[in-house]
């Protein structure tokens, strides 16, 4: 049966050894204090809430979903208590500032805590997901009167969080967003009340019964006689509405209907109105958009996240099977496994269960170490003393976030459907749960900007905005670890390969930023054409920088795997296998980025 | 709304324009009435059917699924009266032989009229879905007195079949299947009556309220003290055991309950158990799996035609609802769209859509092309006067098989999930369709054998066993197609490109099928680890010489597109996509299957 238990000890591995985390923390005052003993600790209490406490609702949370009623909404059995548990364990504050009664340790930390999460109860997981970030928008952009009053209960969980921009006609294009917010005294300013009018639509959490209060920040426009509002995004404000109002009564917003999904069942999507509700600006008028952004830059990194989440579900579920089901003799067996009986194999030893055993592990690792990598840099961006350091690090996380968000959805959704196959026609049934793995990954490629939006943010935006700066800095970086795999290449030749392999994405990677900066000018929709291939291929690149760390890691005696988890030769294996089997997927896109005469004709009936 | 309309006049014009299928029935005495004009009645009707009686109940049936009591199966409403329809309308007897009172049409047809029922509602087809591989069982195995009492019932689909393999501990491994067959009277031998013992998983249709009566073939070995019954699938035998027996009674075959899949809700999958049932061998004793085995060569295509339809489901409803999404202004616009307004455009005029609709529908045309392809062979193979012609097109069916079972129902499913992403966060909503379509078209890379059983089939029974002979022999055919192109280039210098990509990749494949001999015998496991890669190619350059005939054939004036049809420049723009855009993808698998050093160890933990 399926379940879910978190690879604490390789996930430290990543962090201490491949990452050398606590170096970077050791460099940050806000962190000077974290070891990686207290990270370890950290780390065995979430696992031991998300494998224990969270992962046995999954299923059931999946099979009797949200009910709705004019009411409300009422949660799967079992989540409330989750949840309790959650805000007694001090999991929403892990990642908040010691000044708003946080507990200061990285995003890192919490990246790797919402992984487990999301690998545990994706659905489940929602109704906190966007409590980090509505806390961001809160703690930077509102007057001190909404901040004193809301910002204590979002960090330590006792409110919830949403984020409501979609509208039936506004989905990718916010600009269409026409939820209407009625100045009700004095003018458009930070703070000021307002009355919200509006329906919208896929508001994850947008009710539920695992908090007395939730804190909805909307998109609207101002309207009003003496307010000027631009058309387009340009128009967009933001408000904080609550649920109850500061004086214990109902405020006028409705839940009318949640909808019936592929899966999350346990999350309520839910269907929202807004009926002249009371509401305060939070940030500038007009600046919504900019003050949303804030949020929505934490939730993508939290969907990169769930991608991992799904990967490592599917994977260790899929090993699990597949040592325990026998079918057919193997044509080879394992050297040690020389006394087994004449009967059927496990399907583990078969060539192509250990084609795709092995791939969902590489794809795992590799995504892992990027995520972290992404995590460890955000911290270094809010947080390091060096102003330069601080930039660089957010110039790279610039470009690391749409990748992760693409990379790690599209892999943690296709994975698990791969890993489907290793169960045959049990995957196919509910009871062996890797079904619901599949169907609850899917949302993960739309949600927060699809990830055609997020290669389209990545090449104009990241790549294309700045004469691709950041991205020569960004390959440098990578470049550093081939050096690393190069001068190790005496003692261990094991690292050529990897070496090799780096330099030639990365060479494939500058090829490709050049022809996107050349034909700028001359084809406008030629960066839109390839920019899917071209996420494609930057997120190969970075999985071979993942494997050469991986490797060079494993082959390093002095920092070897702690006792736990996997061997170095396990490490090894899968790095390995990423660079041989996985890797030469990247020729394809970096080869159809480069195919610039390719039509993409409008269509023809 | 997710509709279904069979695109009939695209269907006919690559039967007949394509394909040339009217030349090839001329050349058979069994089809030498049917012409063009007559196919095409055909499949309007079928069409119609399928469009107008079939795809209004494929949403209700998703979700109010089967009914299961110890009593037996009831189907979701509307497929009792849909299947009262089909067996009205003749249906069931399409490519029946008129000798039991079949209509004596080709499979061509009846593969096409396979591909509408399962775009239109996969579930519902699953009932009559093993209705012909029933008939060919019977009509081929079993002694006059079975025959007598049960063909002429199949042929009508007054009766439906099920085909009882899987066991729990039997899955693709049939060596395992324990159900025992008791001889009751007489020695073992055709047509023996026995009494059936064991339990059956996974078993479609086996227990419905469609009809009163359903013959099952048993997957069974015989027990019995003066019988010696070999170990493993060599010991196999064939039972067919009815549900009612010809006293009217109920026979002891009970369905104990039924399965809660990810989808096919519609489809009951059924936990059987024989309990002492009595029944009759069919076909010799202990050659159980070669007579089963007409039954599941005729099973794969017909599921290979699933991924068709599902191809052609997510196509048509994509292209659909991008036409009428609006969201923000496109980039470029269509020369002919110049007057449009200020506000957001199609979403269908954004190049990431684009690109996703035209994969959608290149890969459809190529998929069906194939598809079609086969089924004229296999009618050749059954029908032609001329024994070469006979041996050349089942050895070309041979190779086809498995490369359709598993290209297209790949196809079909990844297809449809990546259609999703074309509604955003609607498409994984359930009122809007394509979630079910991603849902139901799961199970086909699973049942009649695994993708991954049906990659080793090719490598080691289709491209090994023969040293190469049939392999060479396909792709000579294929060759024809590439010279074909070059000797129209003079007048049409756009299909060179065609030309020299099919070249190319039969070129590939050459080189990977001499890989795949030279080191068969130094290296056993070798054509394991690369089965799954060169299936890929293999199904790839089938699509490359589909392209190139689609190309070929939109360029001759003489072949022009019908009436009510997409037009000569619709299908050029299809299939030059595809070489552009999809057939690079080619290359690291025919590049993969070549990198015979690459490891695919044991998993080290």
Chains 1, 2 share one sequence.
């Not at 660079?579 to 159809?592: E, F, I, S």
Request: proline share 5%.
């Amino acid at each position: 049966m399926w379940t879910y238990e978190a690879p604490v000890a390789d996930m430290l591995h990543l962090l201490t050894r491949v990452l050398d985390a606590p170096a970077s923390w050791a460099g940050q005052p806000a962190f000077a204090d974290l070891d990686a003993d207290t990270a370890g600790e950290v780390l065995q209490q979430a696992g031991r809430f998300a494998g224990e406490v969270l992962a046995p609702t999954n299923a059931p949370g999946d099979l009797h979903g949200c009910t709705w009623t004019p009411e409300g909404v009422t949660t799967p059995p079992g989540y409330r208590e989750a949840y309790r548990a959650f805000v007694a364990g001090g999991w929403p504050a892990l990642a908040c500032t010691p000044e708003a009664g946080g507990q200061g340790l990285p995003q890192l930390l919490n990246m790797a805590l919402f992984e487990m999460l999301a690998a545990a109860n994706h659905g489940w997981t929602m109704y906190p997901g966007l409590l980090h970030g509505a806390y961001e928008v809160v703690l930077h952009h509102a007057v001190p009167e909404l901040r004193a009053r809301y910002l204590a209960k979002l960090v330590s969980g006792e409110w919830l969080g949403t984020m409501c921009l979609t509208e039936p006609q506004a989905g990718s294009d916010l600009g269409l967003v026409r939820t209407k917010a009625e100045l009700t005294a004095g003018a458009a300013a930070n703070g000021a009340p307002v009355a919200i009018t509006g329906s919208k639509v896929f508001i994850s959490g947008g009710d539920s019964d695992l908090t007395d209060n939730l804190v909805h920040l909307v998109l609207c426009r101002i309207s009003g006689r003496s307010v000027d509002t631009p058309a387009g995004t340009k128009g967009l404000s933001l408000a904080l509405v609550p649920k109850l109002l500061p004086d214990g009564t109902r405020n006028a917003v409705f839940c009318d209907g949640i909808e019936h999904k592929m899966g999350l069942h346990g999350s309520a999507t839910c269907q929202m109105r807004f009926d002249r509700a009371q509401g305060w600006l939070i940030g500038e008028p007009h600046r919504g958009l900019a003050a949303m952004f804030l949020m929505m830059n934490a939730a993508r990194l939290h969907v990169a996240m769930q991608g991992v989440g799904h990967l490592e579900a599917a994977t260790q579920n899929a090993w699990r099977y597949a040592a325990e089901r026998l079918q057919m003799r193997a044509p080879q067996r394992p050297s040690d496994a020389a006394a087994a009986g004449a009967g059927p194999d496990p399907i583990a030893w078969h060539p192509a269960m250990r084609r795709t055993l092995l791939t969902l592990r590489a794809r795992t690792d590799a995504c892992r170490t990027i995520a972290y990598w992404c995590a460890l840099l955000l911290d270094e961006a809010d947080h390091h003393p060096d102003a330069a350091r601080r930039a660089a690090a957010a110039d790279h996380v610039a470009i690391l976030t749409p990748v992760a968000k693409s990379l790690f959805t599209e892999l943690g959704h296709r994975s698990a459907d791969e890993a489907l196959q290793v169960w045959g026609g049990y995957g196919y049934v509910r009871d062996y749960g890797i079904e619901q793995t599949v169907r609850d990954s899917r949302i993960a490629m739309i949600y927060e900007g699809t990830n055609e939006i997020q290669a389209i943010d990545l090449v104009q935006r990241k790549l294309l905005a700045d004469g691709g700066q950041r991205a020569g800095a960004l390959r440098a970086v990578l470049a550093a670890e081939a050096a690393a795999c190069r001068a190790s290449t005496g003692p261990q030749p094991g690292l050529q390969p990897f070496a090799d392999a780096l330099d030639a994405q990365l060479a494939d990677w500058a090829a490709v930023q050049q022809a996107l900066q050349a034909r700028a000018g001359t084809d406008a929709e030629y960066a839109l054409r390839v920019a899917d291939d071209v996420l494609a291929g930057v997120g190969h690149a970075l999985m071979c920088w993942a494997w050469a760390r991986i490797a060079r890691t494993a082959l390093d005696p002095a920092r070897a795997p702690a006792a736990g988890g996997r061997s170095a030769a396990s490490w090894l294996q899968s790095a390995s296998f990423g660079l041989q089997w996985l890797l030469p997927q990247a020729q394809v896109h970096w080869r159809r980025a480069l195919q610039a005469d390719a039509a993409l004709p409008f269509l023809v009936a």
